[in-house]
Structure formats: C-alpha cells, structure tokens
C-alpha cells in the first residue's frame, strides 16, 4: 500500500525533515504516526499525498513509484485516499450534505449515486439527522464527523488523518478514533498523526515513531479481524 525505501527531503531552507526512512504500511493495516512538533510527521505524509517529493529515495504508494507519476496523474493517486485534517475544512456555506456531496460532484459522480452514497456516509458517522445544518450550527466534533465523512465518500483505499483530534476535547476524540477503527475493520487502511498518548494506548494499534526526522520506533501492529 505504502512503501518508503531510504527516503530523505531536505527543504530549501535547509531543514532536514526526513533522514533515511525505509517503512512498509501493508493494506488493511492502522497505523499512527506520532512524534513531537517538527520530528518529520507532517512531511511524511505531504510526501505519501506528493504535496513534497523527497531529495533522495523511493516512494511506492499503489503499486506506483510517485517518482514516476506524471504531475496530471497525482489527482488520481488523491483520489484514493481521503484526507481528514485537524481545522475541518468545510465549506461554511454549504450544509452537512453539501459539504458531503461536494466531494462526489468533483470527481465526476452521477446526481444518483450522489443521492444513494451521501445518506449512508452521514449515517456511518451519525450524523443522518444533522444533513441540513450548517457547519456553524455544529459543535467541534461533529464537525470533524462532517470531515471525516466527506474524506470516506468516495469510498478511499485509504484515509490519512493528519491530528483530527486536535481541535476537539478528549472525550469527542475517543469517538473520532474510534469510527476510524470501524472503518479500518470494513477494510481501509487508516494512517493517522496524533500526538495524544491516551489514543495510542487505548487503541492498540501499530505505531510508528518520528523523532528528527528518523524513525526511532515501530511496533509491531495488533491485528483486529476485519469485518465479514
């Protein structure tokens, strides 16, 4: 799904984000990437997006070398993943289902697959009775529910979730991981930046840890049997 042979960005400025990193991500798996503020972690997944390429190395996401691709061809590669960020990014002038449905209307989707697609996300997220408010009119965390819904439509190999719990308090993050684990059970594989201690212990997944732009730890992953 993901791989990183011997991958190393070095910024114009000089910064050394990422030193000699060699990681397989198989499909299927959860993993968390953690470290402290500028280890690398924001840069690693900018790279697997090819928002950055790296100075030296080779990335591998898909069975594709990103090395490769050709600069039309990385909206497709995005279209495989749905990206959940930790400041929402909805639009405030759409509802719920708008915000939803918006992501399918840019890819290309019929006006009924749209109509059959949105209602089931919002439910898988709870927020079927919430389609017509305004994202104004939601509290952080069902925002992030929002977002997280609009980055699954679509119906991604893989989310990447860069601190989606950053901006909401403790309890609403429990829930936010843990529908990410739901849908890591259904079969998507699900990369997720955090820098909360108390998710990584309670969910007892792979970690991987960034530290300088090196990886200085990765435990092995604790297999959950995916759903029939």
Not at 77 to 98: A, C, N, P
Not at 163 to 170: M, Q
């Amino acid at each position: 799904m993901v791989e990183f042979r011997n991958v190393s960005k070095t910024y114009d400025n000089g910064t050394k984000a990422l030193r000699d990193v060699s990681l397989k991500i198989e499909k299927g798996e959860f993993v968390f990437i953690v470290g402290a503020s500028g280890s690398g972690k924001s840069t690693f997944l900018k790279l697997i997006m090819r928002e950055e390429m790296p100075n030296d190395g080779e990335i591998i996401v898909n069975g594709r070398k990103l090395s490769t691709l050709r600069h039309r061809d990385v909206p497709h590669l995005r279209r495989s993943m749905g990206i959940v960020f930790q400041d929402f990014r909805l639009i405030d002038k759409m509802t719920v289902y708008e915000n939803v449905s918006f992501a399918m209307h840019v890819v290309g989707a019929s006006p009924r697959n749209i109509r059959k697609r949105v209602p089931y996300i919002l439910s898988l997220v709870g927020l079927q009775d919430k389609a017509r408010c305004y994202p104004s009119e939601l509290s952080g965390g069902e925002q992030q529910r929002v977002a997280l819904a609009r980055a699954l439509v679509n119906n991604p190999l893989m989310i990447i979730a860069d601190e989606p719990t950053g901006n909401i308090d403790p309890t609403l993050s429990y829930e936010i991981v843990e529908l990410l684990n739901e849908i890591n059970r259904r079969g998507t594989t699900v990369i997720m930046v955090t820098h909360e201690h108390s998710l990584v212990k309670r969910f007892r997944r792979r970690v991987v840890e960034i530290n300088d732009g090196c990886v200085v730890a990765d435990s092995a992953q604790v297999s959950v049997p995916a759903a029939e």
